[in-house]
């Protein structure tokens, strides 16, 4: 359960974990009780069960370190390593991790993907194990900004009636890709990691590995965080180190939904 007393941050937090309910999205998750309350000076003071962890997070942190706390509280049992900054899609046993900067349309190649097949894991944080072998759902509604809202609107009917949230300039509608059906859980292994590029003019998808030193750094930009008392970056080293990379500059959904099963199906083999 989330408690916030702030009319400008309760409705983005609302927004993005409507689809999750505490003790359901993995097994045995717990229950567990945040609590954030506003100060005058505009910043946020948390608590976990009633006890104070984080004072003073300035607003423009505040909603991504609540989301961080919800993760990571209720997937205790499963011990988080990171929050990637990315999406998640897969199938039952593997994961394809979509990474990058904010802007970089990762949520809107997640969203055309589950429409063509792919499963829906997360959106925007998505949960390593400690060991960095193993990715776990935690399907929050995915942020659609105002510039994909045209391409996905026949594919995801609802996000034409989603309230429109303001993040200084930007403007964005939160969707549940599994609304009306289940919902993932449990863990996955990574099979991927994937840096896209939408290019208008791009033509067939092209696909370039990327080293293991080249995903680390991509992870970390797009601002992936370790977590865990002491936080340590060895869960990702242990990602990029087992897992494929990859650099895609794609045009179309289809093409870039073809592409990543061709790489899924070699088993990560690039060109």
């Not at 996955?188 to 067939?204: H, K, N, Q």
Request: proline share 6%.
């Amino acid at each position: 359960m989330l408690t916030c007393d702030c009319a400008w941050l309760g409705p983005r937090l609302g927004a993005v974990l409507a689809p999750i309910e505490c003790g359901q999205g993995a097994g045995g998750a717990r229950e567990v009780c945040v609590t954030i309350a506003v100060r005058g000076d505009d910043a946020y003071d948390f608590a976990i069960d009633g006890e104070m962890v984080r004072g003073g997070v300035a607003r423009c942190n505040a909603r991504r370190f609540a989301l961080n706390v919800v993760l990571v509280e209720t997937l205790r049992h499963l011990s988080v390593g990171a929050v990637l900054h990315g999406a998640g899609v897969g199938s039952a046993e593997s994961a394809v991790l979509l990474v990058g900067k904010t802007g970089a349309g990762k949520s809107t190649l997640a969203l055309g993907l589950v429409t063509r097949g792919f499963e829906y894991l997360s959106d925007d944080l998505v949960p390593l194990s400690a060991s960095g072998r193993e990715v776990h759902a935690f399907p929050l509604a995915a942020s659609v900004k105002e510039g994909s809202w045209g391409i996905l609107a026949e594919e995801f009917p609802s996000l034409g009636a989603s309230p429109v949230l303001a993040f200084g300039e930007r403007r964005v509608r939160y969707v549940d890709p599994n609304a009306g059906g289940a919902r993932a859980s449990g863990s996955r292994t990574p099979a991927l990691i994937v840096v896209p590029r939408f290019e208008a003019t791009a033509g067939a998808p092209l696909v370039r590995p990327l080293t293991p030193e080249a995903a680390f750094g991509a992870l970390l930009e797009s601002g992936t965080e370790a977590v865990g008392n002491p936080p340590s970056l060895r869960p990702l080293g242990e990602l990029v180190n087992t897992t494929p990379a990859f650099e895609m500059t794609y045009s179309s959904l289809d093409d870039a939904a073809d592409a990543l099963r061709d790489l899924m199906r070699r088993g990560g083999a690039g060109e």
